[in-house]
């Protein structure tokens, strides 16, 4: 028998941080922030990598790394900007690379990324 779990976001927005289905892990989209959850300006660079290393921690509570991600879809405000999140992106994830959609699309707060992933998360590990 499979279960289902949500576990609650520290935003105010109504979404969860992510749900557990099974052996399936689904974290909620992740777009740069601050300590304080206000937008991380930067370039494409700094805001990828701060996206990454949110979903890092985040699956870190769930005693899983990057590796476990299956599947990615990555959200850029401009698709110009591919390459330099494509060098990033490819830095953290290695040879563990999931599959992945990428669109351009006008994200809220006007940053330039969002990425929301899909996980293996098997209860015996």
């Not at 941080?17 to 930067?42: C, E, H, M």
């Not at 830095?91 to 707060?109: C, H, I, K, M, N």
């Given at each position: 028998m499979s279960?289902?779990?949500r576990f609650a976001s520290p935003l105010s927005a109504p979404l969860s941080k992510a749900v557990k289905a099974g052996d399936l892990l689904?974290?909620?989209g992740q777009?740069?922030?601050n300590p304080d959850l206000t937008p991380l300006r930067g370039d494409i660079k700094t805001q990828t990598a701060n996206v990454i290393?949110?979903?890092q921690a985040t699956l870190a509570e769930f005693d899983l790394d990057l590796t476990s991600v299956i599947?990615?879809?990555v959200w850029l405000s401009d698709i110009k900007l591919m390459k330099d999140f494509n060098e990033?992106?490819?830095s953290y994830f290695g040879a563990a690379l999931p599959v992945?959609?990428?669109v351009e699309a006008r994200l809220s707060q006007d940053v330039d990324v969002e990425i929301e992933v899909t996980c293996w998360a098997p209860a015996a590990r």
């Amino acid at each position: 028998m499979s279960s289902l779990q949500r576990f609650a976001s520290p935003l105010s927005a109504p979404l969860s941080k992510a749900v557990k289905a099974g052996d399936l892990l689904f974290l909620s989209g992740q777009t740069p922030k601050n300590p304080d959850l206000t937008p991380l300006r930067g370039d494409i660079k700094t805001q990828t990598a701060n996206v990454i290393e949110t979903i890092q921690a985040t699956l870190a509570e769930f005693d899983l790394d990057l590796t476990s991600v299956i599947r990615c879809t990555v959200w850029l405000s401009d698709i110009k900007l591919m390459k330099d999140f494509n060098e990033t992106y490819a830095s953290y994830f290695g040879a563990a690379l999931p599959v992945r959609s990428t669109v351009e699309a006008r994200l809220s707060q006007d940053v330039d990324v969002e990425i929301e992933v899909t996980c293996w998360a098997p209860a015996a590990r």
